[in-house]
């Protein structure tokens, strides 16, 4: 089979285009052939002359169906990045746009065939848009869908970490920074990532909707929902800001949804007794969302011991442990080693009392108190290093003026 070899950018073009359509027409015979290909070379030349590169592409895409099942993987990757390349031709932002969008259609429409490729080829078209911010944020977009759908989620993923730098870049809206959260948090969930990596964006997602209308926020329902939920069943995860947003507040006094709230509420602020309570009213609830009645429980009798260890005295009896926990007197060691190894406290077990001493332990939320809380903690830092300080300096002005005082004796 022909290979195609590039030479001139130019020359490339026609070269793919002339290549592409012989395959397409060659069952036909070189009677009718010939003068197609003869005819569809013309073309490319005279929108290459006239700078037309949306036709030019499009020109070279008409075949994409042809080329993706009767050539290889080497040639086929050649012959697509040679149409991709065509979009730095443009200096319009809307037509790289549109050239994007057109490839992006061409690369995307069988996702189950030859992926990893496909995706490598959005890879190589995004590289090429660096003058182009919103057309690379589009084709982001369209590669995430398209490692969903061709189920190679895992060769996207590495990307996530640079997600932050990539919203520099793009300076997209409110809206599109929505589309890529969600769809973001739906990659990570197709790859069955740990709950804490989707969890963070769906976070951001609902983040973005504070300050909007009633309206608006409630288009975050059922995704609120869905992040409660997420929460809720995670075994690792422990404190959280759902509370503070706009988006899932919302659900508080909502008809449908309330009860989801108040489930939030009882694991970021209250003990097992309460979810127990809850749990015997709203079992067919908690069922209908997945929600596994035993580790619930567990969760919440770590939650709990976290809730004990928050007290200011910094010591919790062993009584109070198995009280509220609703345990046996000699599983408390258990469920404090628990506590430890999940990192949700440090602390000391004094058997001989039967105290555990704590020294430092998570906060559930992390809202307005618990600012109040650090922000005076800094300022009496602040004024104990200021005594510091000033003591030190007092010290060196008497040792000053002390060795003063005793060179002038010896004088």
């Known amino acids: 089979m022909a290979t195609v070899i590039p030479t001139s950018e130019e020359d490339s073009a026609l070269a793919v285009v002339r290549f592409t359509s012989e395959l397409a027409w060659a069952d036909a015979g070189p009677e009718v052939a010939e003068p197609q290909v003869s005819r569809l070379c013309v073309e490319a030349s005279e929108f290459v002359v006239a700078g037309r590169w ?26 697509l990045t040679i149409i991709c390349n065509v979009v730095t031709k443009t200096e319009s932002p809307d037509e790289a746009l549109e050239i994007s969008k057109l490839i992006s259609a061409k690369i995307t429409q069988q996702p189950n065939d030859k992926p990893a490729l496909r995706l490598k080829i959005l890879f190589n078209l995004y590289n090429l848009l660096d003058n182009h911010p919103y057309s690379q944020f589009y084709v982001y977009m369209k590669a995430l869908n398209l490692a969903i759908d061709g189920k190679v989620t895992e060769n996207i993923i590495p990307s996530f970490k640079k997600i932050d730098s990539f919203l520099k870049e793009w300076n997209i809206g409110i809206v599109d920074q929505r589309k890529l959260f969600l769809t973001v948090a739906n990659v990570l969930k197709e790859n069955k990532s740990p709950a804490k990596e989707s969890f963070k964006f769906l976070t951001k997602y609902l983040a ?200 002038l004796a010896i004088r």
């Open 208 to 407: 973005t909707f504070s300050g909007e209308d009633a309206y608006t926020l409630s288009e975050a329902k059922e995704e609120a929902v869905h992040t409660i939920v997420e929460f809720v069943k995670a075994p690792d995860m422990f404190q959280c800001d759902l509370l503070d947003l706009p988006a899932v507040g919302q659900l508080e006094k909502d008809a449908k949804y309330a009860l989801v709230y108040q489930l939030l509420k009882i694991f970021l602020t209250q003990r097992l007794d309460a979810y127990l309570e809850f749990q015997a009213a709203n079992s067919t609830l908690l069922k209908s969302y997945g929600l596994i009645h035993e580790d619930c429980i567990t969760k919440m009798r770590l939650m709990s011991l976290v809730d004990l260890g928050s007290d200011e005295s910094g010591q919790i009896s062993y009584s109070l442990i198995r009280d509220t926990l609703q345990i046996n007197d000699d599983e408390v060691d258990l469920w404090v080693v628990k506590a430890i190894t999940a990192k949700l406290i440090d602390c000391k077990m004094d058997q001989m009392n039967e105290v555990v001493i704590v020294s430092r332990c998570i906060d559930r939320v992390f809202g307005q108190r618990q600012w109040q809380v650090l922000r005076t903690k800094l300022a009496s830092w602040k004024g104990n290093v200021a005594n510091v300080i000033s003591t030190v300096q007092a010290n060196k002005i008497t040792v000053d003026g002390a060795q003063a005082m005793q060179g």
């Open 54 to 79: 949306f036709d030019l592409v499009s020109l070279m895409l008409t075949s994409a169906e042809v080329i993706f099942s009767k050539v290889s993987e080497k040639d086929l990757e050649c012959i």
